[in-house]
C-alpha cells in the first residue's frame, strides 16, 4: 500500500514530509500539482520504505514526465 504527496520542484530531490500536499488518489495528486503554479513532483510513498520521486508536472505546458 502507498500514499502520494506533492510538492514543488523546488523542494529538492528528498520528500519533505511536512511541507507536501497530500493526496487521496493519483488523480488528486494531479489536481494539486496543478494549483501551485510551478513545477511540481508527485511521491510514490509506500507505507513501509522510502518515498520515490513518482512523476513531474510542468507548469507551463501542463505535462508530465516519469521521473522513476
Same mark, same amino acid.
Given at each position: &500500500? ?15 514530509? +511536512?511541507?507536501?500536499? +497530500? ?28 518515498? &520515490?520521486? +513518482? ?14
Amino acid at each position: &500500500m502507498f500514499d502520494y504527496a506533492v510538492q514543488p520542484k523546488s523542494f529538492g530531490k528528498r520528500l519533505d514530509e +511536512w511541507g507536501c500536499l +497530500w493526496a487521496t488518489s493519483i488523480d488528486h495528486a494531479y489536481a494539486l500539482a496543478q494549483t501551485f503554479g510551478e513545477d511540481a513532483v508527485i511521491w510514490k510513498c509506500p507505507h513501509i520504505g522510502e518515498p &520515490m520521486a +513518482w512523476v513531474s508536472v510542468n507548469a507551463t505546458t501542463e505535462s508530465v514526465e516519469q521521473v522513476a
